[in-house]
């Protein structure tokens, strides 16, 4: 260990794969035991975080410089320079002050809501192990520096660029930069000076993984000097679009279509009436903007923060917001049985030989192959680990070598000598079938092994076979060795279900999600776990037969499979994408290296704190607790979430719809504009308040007991209806005001003002619930805003400083006209959604029919 107040930066330019490891050491003053905490700071403040792209998180300048970006405010700014220019000052000076507030209300929300996320963030960041002060210690990703030595086993995400000082039959997957499929195989030594990445033989590069093995690594660049900082541009992999994420899309070209249709209308019509200009083109502007819900991008980064938030306090992290959507549209969740449907606590249950009978030799092995491999942890050897009593006497043996384990190979070699011995002893670990197949045996040792597995399996154990071969003793071994071995016997472990697992699973059911087991485990252990939880169990798809199936027959065949079976990992990522050809919503639950294929695949990626780097980083989402009823939360709270964002929607576009439609029309049949375009901007604004409150609204109970999805058709229906409706409304308040008050221009516009806001505040109370809108309480902020902005409308027009806004006071009876006209525009209205629910719920089922 080294530690050196002024440690030499290394030079970029330098070929240093092309470098020996003692060479590359003394140049970083680092030795093989690492750096001590005391240097590595040093560096650190030196070379930065070890991280890509911007390390100063979230700018509340760039988010505030970001609200005027929006092609709205944009009109906005347009509108008020054109008033200026023409000599409106005053309309400039209030066209200025709405955009201000409005800017700084969508700022509030977003900067919020990303400052909270990048607190949920770093609840999850990521860790490696590494040598500090001689000794190992896990240390955040970020914090690495040049000369560190790192530890590095199957599952991991290199973090680094570096070269490799040891490594034992290591595999990397470098797809993530070269686009090659296959693993490649990574040994230390030196490289050609104009080598190439993928020719980089003693290389490891940031953003690659660890397929299988062990290495221990020297860290060369970090950050922005990595190869994949260079070229992350071209490299990074497009997240799928989200089906809300679509909905939004195509509900921004809905709006847009409308806006343009009535604003160029009313403009040209508006001159062809002789209008004057400036006021026909503020007005068409003003128009463009009230129809716009402004503020959506806002609610919707404040709703989705606080969902992420609920859903944390639930112990789910989200690492993108807009999956929480998809989960409260997720229909159906694939998983495999391991800690998720069972307890996760492996036990070794037997130990038996080849005759099926208990044998304390099978067992020292299995204790020795367990405790002393040093590759990827996992429950199977910790499980056998546990078993070791006070009686279990290992010291008698010391490890020479071992033969990691891989996902082909599927098995595990440790080769131990016992002291003072003249041979060692190979001992091999791993799925039965794969044993099997390095043993010399006959057919009838094959079938007997067999028949012997199945029963196991049937009755619930998982089995694991394990074989011997003695060698005359040497140093190093590698898988070719694991030949010619002699079955030795069995280990079975049991993994019992989770307590209450039935009812989790029937509360799942209960909200519309099926659950399909994909496992790797033998299809006689997973029909009896599913039997015995209450999962469909009748109807199995082994790998192997999945593997001759076409994609189209697989197609066919995937809805009406209850488990998956004895499969490859690489078929995991074949079965997402099947389902979700089928029209289901997909979440797929995993933690293992093979993994991340099938989380990328699906709708909803969802992984555990625990899991290998390569499967959290592929999640949208990490479980801090593996368990079945925190997802059932989570899902829960995305379902709130998309249930209070779809609120906003419906909400603002039917209210801004009917305004727009009815103020377009009056603007054509009346002598004068039915408002100014600094009241029509008001009146946006004031309406969108309540709006911020819907994040935290209260949602019924029957609005997440089944997967929503968006519906872009039954939008488009509500906001017409109800635009109509409200419309109707606006034309009776025009007959009141123009034939019954015979009111003037500003007498008009100010009653008009005071019924459009009254109206808009009216329709969040009825239409945020699918019941009777007195029988579901809104959120305390929500009822308090709708009360303080509606008393505010009723006071406007004797307000002082009102006349600048081209108010006037209104008579009483005016007044008292207007409020009966919001009353029965209220009951209306609660009529119509009764209606329109009832009709969209047959609508759904003759869908589904």
Known sequence: MRSLSAPRPTDSSKAYWALPAEELLTELHTAADGLSSAEASTRLRMNGPNVIGSKSGISAISVFARQFRSPLVLILVFAAIVSAF??????????????????????????????????????????????????????????????????????????????????????????????????????????????????????????????????????????????????????????????????????????????????????????????????????????????????????????????????????????????????????????????????????????????????????????????????????????????????????????????????????????????????????????????????????????????????????????????????????????????????????????????????????????????????????????HLAQIIGLPHRRILTGDDLAKLTKEALFARVAHVDIFAEIDPNQKERIIEALRRRGHVVGYMGDGINDAPALHEADIGISVDGAVDVAREAADMILLKRDLDVLLRGVDDGRRTFANTMKYISITTSANFGNMFSMAFASLALPFLPLLAPQILLNNLLSSLPSLAIARDRVDAEQIEAPRRWDIGSIRRFMIYFGLVSSCFDFVTFGFLLLLMHANAGTFRTGWFVESLLTQLVIVLVIRTHQSFWRSRPSALLAWLTLAIGLLALAIPYLPGSAWFGFVPLPARIMAGLVAITLIYLTASEATKRWFFAREGRLAKRRQA
């Open 86 to 527: 023409v000599g409106e000052g005053s309309e400039a000076v209030i066209i200025g002050i709405i955009v201000l507030a409005s800017c700084l209300l969508s700022f509030t929300q977003e900067y919020g809501a990303s400052r909270a996320m990048e607190a949920l963030n770093a609840r999850i960041a990521r860790k490696t192990t590494m040598l500090r002060n001689g000794r190992e210690e896990s240390v955040a990703v970020a914090e690495i520096v040049p000369g560190d030595v790192i530890r590095l086993s199957a599952g991991n995400l290199i973090p680094a660029d570096g070269v490799l000082l040891e490594a034992r039959d290591f595999n990397v997957s470098e797809a993530a930069l070269t686009g090659e499929t296959f693993p490649v195989v990574k040994a230390p030594g030196v490289s050609d000076p104009g080598a190439q990445i993928g020719q980089r033989s003693n290389a490891v590069f940031t953003g690659t993984s660890v397929r299988s093995g062990t290495a221990t690594m020297l860290a060369m660049h970090t950050g922005k000097e990595t190869e994949f900082a260079a070229i992350a541009g071209a490299i990074a992999r497009a997240v799928p679009e989200t089906d809300f994420a679509k909905g939004i899309r195509r509900f921004g070209y809905l709006m847009t279509e409308i806006m343009l249709v009535i604003v160029i209308l009313v403009f040209f019509a508006n001159l062809l009436l002789h209008r004057p200009i400036v006021d026909s083109l503020l007005f068409s502007l003003a128009l463009a903007v009230g129809l716009t819900p402004e503020l959506l991008p806002a609610i919707i980064s404040v709703t989705l923060a606080r969902g992420a938030r609920a859903m944390a306090a639930s112990g789910v992290i989200v690492r993108r917001l807009e999956a929480i959507e998809n989960l409260g549209s997720m229909d159906l969740l694939c998983t495999d049985k391991t800690g998720t449907l069972t307890e996760g606590t492996i036990r070794l249950d037997r130990c038996a030989d080849a005759d099926g009978l208990d044998s304390q030799q099978v067992r020292l092995w299995a204790l020795l192959n367990a405790t002393l491999q040093s590759g990827m942890a996992n429950p199977l050897d910790e499980g056998i680990a546990a078993s070791r009593g006070s009686g279990d006497d290992l010291s008698a043996y010391e490890k020479i070598d071992e033969v990691p384990y891989d996902f082909i190979r599927k098995r595990l070699s440790v080769i131990v000598r016992q002291k003072d011995a003249g041979e060692d002893l190979l001992i091999c670990k791993g799925a039965v079938p794969n044993i099997a197949e390095a043993c010399t045996l006959d057919e009838r040792q094959a079938k007997a092994i067999d028949e012997k597995v199945q029963g196991w399996s049937m009755q619930g154990f998982r089995v694991l076979g394990l074989a011997v071969r003695r060698f005359p003793s040497r140093q190093t071994y590698s898988r070719d060795d694991e030949t010619n071995l002699a079955f030795a016997g069995f280990l079975l472990f049991l993994d019992p279900p989770k307590p209450g697992m039935a009812e989790t699973l029937k509360a799942l059911a209960g909200r519309g999600i099926k659950v399909k087991v994909i496992s790797g485990d033998n299809r006689h252990v997973a029909a």
